[in-house]
């Protein structure tokens, strides 16, 4: 290993870091100003130009509040838990390729930090269902009724739509026959997967919603009946970590369903101008977020038994259902 | 083989060391004022009632004992989709079987009321 190579990893890495950091900030914008729209409000357009500088004000603020560490809580998983939740979704984009390999001064580059591990899939199962582990310690460390319940919840939903959501990966698996993120956009250079697998990428919505607890599965945060959930307990900076995990993960999820159903950063004369795979990237991503906060501005939240009934009784049986209506098909056709 | 991961390992290591630094710059620059009030766990306002760490419903348990059934044969699916090309349909027909199985496990849960709330 070289120091160059070291080099260049290091910086890639901070890239990635700085796309979810940059993205969190601006996210809690965007979906403020377009919540607000959306409920005939104008938004936060004070600080700042169109409320550009919003973020800036509340990460200072954020930053000088006091951090209040209850008499009964667990000091060290307490402090440990906002940085479990935080770290999945600070390296889930690790394996999605921004774009083809350019060249540029006569070098070529490769923009992407381990988009050819061959187990890319694989590995953004596992990191996902990490942040559980985070959210579960943080309920539980806070000695709080309603942050136990919050993370107890939170555990059973999130453990219940990962099986659909790893379900609806099997699809662009099969027909790619590999689960490297870099043979699945290949795959997807004549025909997106979204195309051949609609009820695949439906399911796939459905459960990373649900796995990123956004409404209208926000469940364990639900404010009327939990005070806010796992998180009652943090403020500060703490607070907004588990704020950065929940905005982080919304950012990759939307990474995600753009590389495996979307054709990742493919779009038209990619060959000619490699250089357009990161814009194409970044406007699919765009829509899915705007996709996201739309849902939360038009549907209200589910009741915790509909909730639970939908992903084992509906959602795991479709997905099944899937799996084998795709397999038959690429058996029997040749896909 | 293994090296492939170990861009993902300096990832990990620059992600967590944010983290830390996130949570100590909150320590450095918040102001700190504890008192025995301000340090009981937050129930709307009202003076803490019991204990703050209940016992779980056992229905939880079930959960995820569930999940991990399930979880496993996620797991045999996934290598079998690589290779579904090559292996045809004895493939096909033996992740049919497997399957179906796990399916009647599912309907029985199902019918014992396991995915019940109430």
Same mark, same amino acid.
């Given at each position: 290993?070289?120091?160059?190579?070291?080099?260049?990893?290091?910086?890639?890495?901070?890239?990635?870091?700085?796309?979810?950091?940059?993205?969190?900030?601006?996210?809690?914008?965007?979906?403020? !100003? +377009?919540?607000?729209?959306?409920?005939? !409000?104008?938004?936060?357009?004070?600080? *700042?130009?169109?409320?550009?500088?919003?973020?800036?004000?509340?990460?200072?603020?954020?930053?000088?509040?006091?951090?209040?560490?209850?008499?009964?809580?667990?000091?060290?998983?307490?402090?440990?838990?906002?940085?479990?939740?935080?770290?999945?979704?600070?390296?889930?984009?690790?394996?999605?390729?921004?774009?083809?390999?350019?060249?540029?001064?006569? !070098?070529?580059?490769?923009?992407?930090?381990?988009?050819? &591990?061959?187990? *890319? =899939?694989?590995?953004?199962?596992?990191?996902?269902?990490?942040?559980?582990?985070?959210?579960?310690?943080?309920?539980?460390?806070?000695?709080?009724?309603?942050?136990?319940?919050?993370? +107890?919840?939170?555990?059973?939903?999130?453990?219940?739509?990962?099986?659909?959501?790893?379900?609806?990966?099997?699809?662009?698996? #099969?027909?790619?026959?590999?689960?490297?993120?870099?043979?699945?956009?290949?795959?997807?250079?004549?025909?997106?997967?979204?195309?051949?697998?609609?009820?695949?990428?439906?399911?796939?919505?459905?459960?990373? =919603?649900? %796995?990123?607890?956004?409404?209208?599965?926000?469940?364990?945060?639900?404010?009327?009946?939990? +005070?806010?959930?796992?998180?009652? %307990?943090?403020? *500060? #900076?703490?607070?907004?970590?588990?704020?950065?995990? %929940?905005?982080?993960?919304?950012?990759?999820?939307?990474?995600?369903?753009?590389?495996?159903?979307?054709?990742?950063?493919?779009?038209?004369?990619?060959?000619?101008?490699?250089?357009?795979?990161?814009?194409?990237?970044?406007?699919?991503?765009?829509?899915?977020?705007?996709?996201?906060?739309?849902?939360?501005?038009?549907?209200?939240?589910?009741?915790?038994?509909?909730?639970?009934?939908?992903?084992?009784?509906?959602?795991?049986?479709?997905?099944?259902?899937?799996? =084998? &209506?795709?397999?038959?098909?690429?058996?029997?056709?040749?896909? | 083989?293994?090296?492939?991961? $170990?861009? @993902?390992?300096?990832? @990990?290591? $620059?992600?967590?060391?944010?983290?830390?630094?996130?949570?100590?710059?909150?320590?450095?620059?918040? /102001?700190?004022? /504890?008192? /025995?009030?301000?340090?009981?766990?937050?129930?709307?306002?009202?003076? /803490?009632?019991?204990?703050?760490?209940?016992?779980?419903?056992?229905?939880?348990?079930?959960?995820?004992?569930?999940?991990?059934?399930?979880?496993?044969? @996620?797991?045999?699916?996934?290598?079998?989709?690589?290779?579904?090309?090559?292996?045809?349909?004895?493939?096909?027909?033996?992740?049919?079987?497997? @399957?179906?199985?796990? $399916?009647?496990?599912?309907?029985?849960?199902?019918?014992?009321?396991?995915?019940?709330?109430?």
């Amino acid at each position: 290993m070289s120091l160059a190579l070291l080099i260049e990893w290091s910086l890639k890495s901070v890239v990635i870091i700085l796309v979810i950091l940059g993205g969190f900030a601006y996210l809690t914008l965007f979906e403020r !100003r +377009v919540l607000a729209r959306m409920q005939t !409000r104008i938004g936060p357009n004070r600080a *700042g130009p169109w409320g550009l500088l919003q973020p800036v004000a509340d990460g200072v603020k954020l930053i000088f509040n006091e951090e209040l560490i209850p008499a009964q809580a667990d000091k060290v998983l307490f402090l440990l838990a906002p940085v479990i939740t935080v770290v999945p979704a600070l390296i889930l984009l690790a394996v999605i390729p921004f774009g083809p390999e350019v060249t540029l001064f006569g !070098r070529s580059y490769y923009l992407g930090l381990a988009s050819n &591990v061959n187990v *890319g =899939v694989l590995y953004i199962l596992a990191v996902s269902s990490i942040a559980v582990y985070g959210i579960v310690i943080a309920g539980w460390a806070s000695g709080n009724k309603y942050a136990l319940l919050g993370g +107890v919840r939170s555990t059973a939903q999130m453990v219940s739509y990962e099986l659909a959501l790893a379900l609806a990966f099997v699809g662009p698996i #099969m027909l790619a026959g590999s689960m490297s993120v870099d043979a699945i956009i290949e795959g997807q250079r004549h025909l997106w997967y979204v195309i051949l697998q609609p009820l695949g990428f439906l399911i796939f919505l459905i459960a990373a =919603v649900a %796995e990123i607890n956004r409404a209208p599965f926000d469940m364990p945060e639900a404010e009327q009946e939990l +005070v806010a959930g796992y998180h009652a %307990e943090y403020s *500060g #900076m703490k607070f907004a970590l588990f704020f950065m995990a %929940e905005y982080g993960k919304m950012i990759a999820v939307s990474f995600i369903a753009a590389t495996m159903f979307l054709g990742g950063y493919l779009g038209p004369f990619i060959d000619r101008w490699p250089l357009l795979g990161p814009i194409y990237l970044f406007i699919k991503v765009v829509a899915l977020l705007f996709f996201i906060v739309w849902l939360r501005a038009t549907f209200p939240r589910f009741r915790y038994d509909q909730l639970m009934a939908f992903g084992w009784k509906i959602l795991l049986p479709l997905g099944l259902l899937n799996v =084998v &209506v795709t397999g038959v098909i690429i058996v029997l056709v040749g896909g | 083989m293994l090296a492939e991961y $170990l861009p @993902i390992v300096v990832l @990990i290591v $620059l992600a967590t060391g944010l983290a830390f630094i996130v949570v100590a710059l909150g320590h450095l620059f918040g /102001p700190r004022k /504890p008192n /025995p009030v301000k340090a009981e766990p937050y129930e709307s306002g009202m003076r /803490p009632y019991g204990p703050g760490r209940r016992r779980v419903s056992v229905h939880f348990y079930l959960i995820a004992v569930l999940f991990i059934l399930f979880d496993i044969e @996620i797991v045999f699916i996934l290598p079998w989709a690589v290779v579904l090309r090559e292996i045809k349909m004895v493939g096909l027909i033996e992740m049919a079987v497997f @399957i179906g199985v796990l $399916l009647a496990g599912l309907i029985y849960a199902w019918k014992t009321g396991a995915l019940e709330w109430e």
